[in-house]
């Protein structure tokens, strides 16, 4: 080789390291921007702590108190009753900070902070593969500022960590998808494995959704075979003895499952009698206390309690399956950002108002009237967050329409898994914080739409 032809892969070299460094200090600027954005548009609740708990929250906080205690995976501390209403990925990442902060919810809401902006980095590193840098930074920027993701982050709740393992799963499952590497596959499956000790909601990924995406990777047998030996490998070592624990405990999956009784059967009964939810889930909560103190004997444990809400529930069905179907279909409100938690903490507005019971009533605009108190003006305040949650979703369902059109077969299917199934979970239950895990692919799909030149097929 000549001394010129030396002099340019030198340069050449050069050239592209000072990319990747680039590339890493782009990505070390956006992290650190998600969390300070976090931490002001918080701040109010930071120093009321109290405010970022919610219904839900203390579930999580009390077994995490006992972990760090040294007392096991109990109810609380010094209690000998196995938890089993949550699962336990949460609360571990809720007692590492007690053990290091003690028990500070301000610290618990700033580590959470952390947790919940290091998705940017799997984000941009899923659009970074398929569509370059500048493409996965723009993705990193519209995780960063969305409403939703900000929100949500310093809340004692574990959906923002289930967002995390979801930009992580993404990732990885586009990896697998274009390198066609078994080893992506094995960390995907481990990721989805973790996504359900976080919450449930992430079981059926791991029963249908990673079989799926094995086909989107591999279209020979042979291949699939090896995948499947893998994820059943890796779910039984990791995810069946959970299983069986508390299947033992409480006859389910998990403790909280057979809950839906209350959440969804009430809508069902509302959609069927016109009446509200709200009245429905407080009739059917004093039923069934009712029920479990007339005969304690029966309803002696959580097994009992469980199996008769499974029962009951499934009998709502059957007597209302048309009103069953309909509320149980993807519900469009959780598409929307999560204004309402953006407010409150900031201490403009407050929650239990009887909101969401407004909203099947009486439709959209008189719930956020009644949410608001008729304080509109506030909604421009928010105006730019709003607008790139908005573009995001018009961008992403555009790209969609462009995977049905050229027949993208394998986005699609990733399309399902990762969006999809996210989105249609909940029921009729309605939060926006359970889009968080559907927001990694609908960023990596919106920047898409963008680069015409990548989204062929993969």
Not at 201 to 230: C, E, H, R, T, Y
Not at 333 to 353: A, V
């Amino acid at each position: 080789m000549s001394f010129k032809s030396k002099y340019s892969a030198l340069q050449e070299y050069f050239c592209q390291l000072l990319s990747r460094k680039a590339f890493a200090w782009h990505l070390a600027i956006l992290f650190v921007a998600a969390i300070l954005l976090r931490i002001f548009l918080a701040v109010p609740a930071l120093l009321d702590a109290e405010t970022l708990l919610r219904p839900d929250s203390m579930g999580y906080w009390s077994p995490a108190q006992a972990l760090a205690a040294g007392d096991g995976f109990v109810g609380s501390p010094g209690s000998d009753i196995p938890e089993v209403i949550r699962p336990i990925g949460y609360p571990l990442l809720l007692a590492l900070s007690i053990t290091l902060f003690g028990k500070s919810l301000l610290a618990a809401a700033l580590t959470g902070i952390a947790v919940a902006a290091s998705a940017v980095v799997p984000a941009v590193l899923a659009i970074r593969k398929v569509c370059g840098d500048r493409a996965g930074v723009l993705g990193g920027w519209f995780y960063a500022l969305n409403m939703t993701a900000v929100a949500v982050s310093p809340l004692i709740l574990s959906d923002s960590l289930l967002g995390v393992i979801a930009a992580w799963q993404l990732c990885m499952a586009i990896y697998f998808v274009r390198d066609k590497k078994l080893w992506c596959f094995a960390v995907l499956t481990v990721l989805a494995i973790a996504g359900v000790f976080v919450k449930p909601v992430n079981l059926p990924v791991v029963l249908i959704g990673l079989p799926v995406i094995l086909i989107a990777g591999w279209s020979k047998m042979q291949d699939f075979l090896a995948g499947a030996v893998v994820l059943l490998l890796l779910a039984g070592a990791l995810l069946m003895p959970w299983w069986v624990r508390n299947y033992q405990l409480c006859g389910d999956f998990d403790g909280n499952s057979a809950n839906l009784y209350f959440h969804n059967g009430s809508a069902i009964l509302a959609h069927a009698t016109g009446e509200s939810s709200e009245v429905w889930k407080n009739r059917l909560l004093s039923e069934a206390e009712k029920e479990f103190k007339s005969k304690p004997e029966k309803y002696s444990s959580l097994r009992e309690q469980n199996a008769w809400k499974k029962a009951r529930f499934a009998e709502l069905v059957k007597k209302y399956p048309r009103s069953s179907v309909i509320t149980h279909l993807p519900n469009i409100f959780n598409l929307l950002p999560d204004m309402p938690t953006l407010l409150e903490n900031n201490h403009i507005t407050s929650g239990e108002r009887g909101t969401m019971a407004v909203l099947r009533q009486k439709g959209f605009f008189a719930a956020v009237n009644h949410y608001l108190g008729g304080k509109w003006y506030v909604l421009f305040l928010l105006m730019p967050l709003f607008v790139i949650h908005a573009l995001v979703l018009l961008f992403a369902f555009c790209q969609l329409i462009k995977y049905i059109k050229s027949r993208q077969w394998r986005y699609l299917l990733l399309f399902g898994v990762l969006v999809f199934y996210y989105i249609w979970a909940p029921g009729p239950v309605i939060s926006p914080r359970y889009l968080l895990p559907a927001l990694p692919m609908l960023i990596f799909m919106a920047v898409q739409f963008f680069v015409v030149e990548n989204t062929k097929d993969i």
